[in-house]
């Protein structure tokens, strides 16, 4: 199985000098490379790795940069070329690839060698070819009998630096039982993040601190003069900002995904087009801040390697549609409760659209439909989780299911 982990570099001034210098020049290597696709046809990225060596004698400077380093900016240029020939082929609307900036080049790779990880006195060094030994925190240790396939640096924002290895492990990830015992349907929401079959309700994650603190760095680099050193000084605080609210939503985002695929033989949830629904008028931004796209793609990767049934379904009259009955049933936005004229089943709205995507689910896979709950005790015990709770360190909210 194939990893990532991504680690936070602490390296000192001179390696840190060393560091931006070699990101700078792969950036010259890229533009280098698009100045020669945009005036040369028939040229593939295997082609134009040969003319390295040949470059390196004109530019003496290429040679101080690892050469797997300099063949993987070239691959990565003819890579962003076939993606957006993908997506002119699908009907987009595409330009051209652009020269990049400093502010846009941010990382370079390492591939199979140029890199090792050292402990030396019980502290961990990161040894790059042609920089140096780099201090490395590991937050967390490494899967044992792993292999380092390739190791990205990358300098964020705020000035950073980090490492994310890819590892690959020996293991094969554990086989999807057939006949899957625990099963769950997931519903997510704004106000709820997520509601489940089991009567778990996960609220939104809080985020106006965050917000608060990024709005008003935003507004005091409005005031500075543009390109000045306070200028500089204020954008870097306005990246910390951003860095926070991010970092606050994908540990949010980690441990909810994690604990319903360790937890779980099945998950089902709805197979959304989260692009469309941003676009729709009103609470777009709460859309955005949810970041739906990105839970269920965190939680597609972790089922596959929990050995989890992941199943997306269509979410068309998941809410409309009774799921004792079938009885579609239109009620606007504000109605939170699901009440059918024609069975008399009552419950939350968004727990009839979780049992709604569980039935699809099961269908799929040739379960049927689970036991339904009769109409007269249809409610739910209903558990309400904060959101600040799943973040905490530890998942609560696993231990308390428990």
């Not at 390296?11 to 060393?18: G, L, N, Q, W």
């Not at 009620?331 to 009440?339: D, F, G, M, S, T």
């Amino acid at each position: 199985m194939k990893y990532n982990y991504r680690y936070r570099l602490n390296p000192s001034d001179d390696v840190a000098k060393r560091l931006a210098w070699t990101l700078d020049t792969c950036r010259q290597v890229y533009n280098h490379f698009l100045h020669r696709l945009n005036r040369t046809s028939n040229t593939s990225a295997y082609s134009e790795i040969t003319h390295l060596p040949a470059l390196k004698a004109c530019w003496p400077e290429w040679k101080k940069v690892h050469s797997k380093v300099l063949q993987r900016v070239v691959q990565r240029l003819y890579h962003n070329l076939s993606r957006l020939n993908g997506l002119k082929q699908n009907g987009h609307r595409v330009g051209r690839l652009k020269w990049r900036s400093p502010r846009d080049y941010r990382s370079f790779t390492y591939s199979q060698s140029g890199f090792k990880l050292k402990n030396t006195s019980g502290r961990s060094r990161l040894w790059l070819s042609k920089i140096g030994n780099v201090p490395i925190v590991l937050h967390r240790d490494l899967p044992e009998s792993t292999e380092i396939k390739e190791i990205t640096v990358k300098r964020e924002p705020t000035g950073n630096w980090y490492a994310c290895l890819s590892i690959e492990t020996p293991h094969n990830p554990p086989s999807k039982p057939e006949r899957p015992v625990r099963v769950v349907g997931i519903d997510v929401g704004i106000l709820k993040y997520v509601h489940d079959t089991d009567g778990r309700a996960v609220e939104s994650l809080d985020l106006s601190d965050e917000r608060a603190r990024l709005r008003h760095a935003h507004h005091r680099l409005s005031r500075k003069e543009y390109g000045s050193n306070n200028w500089e000084s204020q954008r870097t605080t306005m990246a910390r900002r951003q860095a926070d609210l991010k970092r606050k939503r994908r540990d949010f985002l980690h441990k909810l995904s994690a604990y319903y695929a360790r937890e779980y033989d099945l998950v089902a949830v709805e197979d959304l087009d989260t692009r469309s629904l941003i676009e729709l008028p009103s609470t777009s931004r709460a859309r955005t801040d949810a970041a739906w796209g990105t839970f269920l793609r965190m939680l597609e990767q972790k089922c596959e390697r929990e050995g989890t049934h992941f199943i997306e379904v269509s979410p068309v009259d998941t809410t409309t549609e009774c799921s004792k009955c079938g009885v579609k049933t239109d009620k606007p936005l504000w109605v939170r409760e699901h009440a059918c004229p024609a069975c008399g089943f009552e419950t939350d709205r968004d727990a009839n659209a979780a049992r709604n995507i569980l039935n699809r689910a099961l269908t799929r896979i040739g379960m049927g439909c689970p036991e339904s709950t009769p109409a007269e005790t249809a409610l739910p015990v209903e558990t309400l989780v904060p959101a600040k709770r799943v973040v905490e360190t530890g998942s609560p909210v696993r231990t308390d299911d428990r």
